[in-house]
């Protein structure tokens, strides 16, 4: 955006927008910044060195596409926003390194308010904010972009898995989808389940358990199980055979299944007893075994029917 | 946005999803994926291990505020979000490792367009594309995240300037600007300025350079020098005096002052010779000496008369 240069406000307008940084820096920087670091306030965030390979994902959530504003706080975006990216870490067996954010709002949008759920979500993970940019926008969008780090053995791909191993989840789905039905129908902020919509929590120490159990393939459940069981077995070039979709109390079997944002882990594995050992052994609770991979790419099938590609869709 | 889970076009809308995401990566995909790496197509990308210190920056570009669509092509959106977030790397003496791209927009816009834009600036700062995000929203909004590396001597800050050293930029100012102005009369997409304009050069070299020279602090001129100086000096606790202020043939002296997107560095040193001797070594066009630090922090003058706080405002 650009000022006259002769504008008497100029140098005022980058004042305000120096001071609204400031403020917003206060709120995310909760914790003391490593010695040698660098976070907020300069042209590019300085971290110390990774150990191992380096993860990055980002995801970007616009307010009236993915938080209906007449429903759910503004802060629920940047909360939302933030656990979805470090899922996607979690996904890969990672640990958090940091985040940056980028926001686009029109004039009056309570930056504040955004960014106090970023910083939640930010705790939560242990993922510092360690920058971000801000601009105008007709929309309320926010882009977060984590990066970890994944010491040892590497990453795990969606695209490992082999036929004849256990599918697992680790916890039973449909909770995000159930919130948001309750809460349209008048449930308070606090309920159970509404929560579990607006405070996902992304299964950190589940993703990096699983990678040390050697699990051959793994994936966040954003989009559903009935959509992103097919990525896998696409990308891995295996069929399944479900034997139950596990639903969560309060949700309906369809909503455990194209509900999407319940960000449990889907797992893959040929060795059920390490992954069950290494669980235990780290206090973790079970996952649960929901069926098998089959060799014959084409069988995809909940007890023998047709288990289709559904759930949710980004449209675009 | 949730699709109802027995709506006939779920699946249908599944694949629509994966082929848009298909076809980008094509067009983003232009070189060979290192051995051990995984880019676009699971949860996070996992790249090789970073050499020293790790960078990240990142940088929203929003459609009508950022580029006015009646001047410019779409691409010109993608290429000029990329370039900036490179652009803060290079201010740091980093070189690229890679980029995410978050991208909301309207049904109808020709992402395949904004994309060729994204891949273009990819190619000339060597910094892959390897993941992203699509999703709806009403504006065409690009944030793209960045990261690099620092080996060997940490990052150049902004706030590492000392009193009595020379301040220096890496070439005349005020192109870009004058190139917008150039295009508002009618002047061609291929117009010299225009194109300093559309496709703006991130000095990556010449910041690697820097930074073996031993530069005490460092930053990109995105918001004009007289915005951005000031805010050095503001980090690095000094005052300034300039002695001139080269401007671009074709520019105005205003333009050069706070036009802002010019991207050229901005150095301050008390070893010129170095400098001077390592870019002429590398092949770099030598930088301009514009003035020097002082001690006083509240002095900051042009040639003894006030250069105040001014330049490209990014109005919240």
């Known amino acids: ?9 100029a140098g005022e307008a980058a004042r305000v927008e ?26 590019a965030a300085v971290l110390a060195p990774f150990v191992g390979q380096a993860l990055i994902s980002t995801d970007v959530a616009v307010l009236g596409v993915h938080l209906d504003e007449s429903l759910f706080p503004l802060e629920d975006l940047g909360f939302k926003a933030m656990a979805s990216a470090v899922s996607d870490l979690a996904a890969m067996g990672g640990r958090t390194k940091g985040a940056v954010i980028a926001v686009s709002s029109p004039p009056g949008t309570d930056l504040e308010e955004l960014h106090r759920g970023i910083a939640d979500a930010a705790v939560i993970t242990s993922c510092p904010v360690v ?40 916890g039973p789905l449909g909770r995000s989808a159930a919130g948001l039905r309750r809460r349209r129908g008048g449930a ?16 950190l120490a589940e993703g990096v358990a699983a990678r040390a159990a050697g699990v051959s393939a793994m994936m966040d459940l954003s989009d559903g199980l009935g959509l992103d069981l097919n990525r896998l077995a696409d ?18 079997h369809e909503e455990a299944i194209s509900g999407g944002e ?55």
Chains 1, 2 share one sequence.
């Open 1 to 9: 955006m650009s000022l006259p240069a002769d504008s008497p406000s």
């Open 18 to 43: 120096d001071d609204i940084i400031k403020r917003i820096a206060a709120i995310l920087g909760r914790g003391p910044i490593p010695r040698g670091e660098r976070h907020i306030g300069d042209d």
């Open 131 to 170: 920058g971000g940019d801000l601009t105008r926008g007709r929309d309320v969008s926010v882009a977060v972009t984590v990066f970890g780090e994944c010491p040892g053995k590497g990453a795990v791909l969606r695209s490992g898995a082999g036929p004849d191993e256990k599918i697992l989840v680790t």
């Open 188 to 203: 308070p902020l606090t309920d159970e389940l509404v929560v579990a919509h607006r405070r996902p929590w992304p299964r």
């Open 235 to 252: 990308a891995s070039g295996v069929g399944f055979d479900l034997d139950e979709v596990p639903v969560a109390e309060g949700a309906t």
């Open 262 to 316: 319940d960000y449990e882990l889907l797992m893959v594995t040929s060795d059920l007893e390490r992954l069950r050992m290494i669980f235990a052994d780290r206090g973790l609770r079970q996952p649960v075994v929901i069926g098998r991979t089959l060799e014959d790419v084409t069988t995809r099938t909940l007890r023998g029917a047709s288990f289709d590609r559904r759930g949710w869709q980004h449209q675009l």
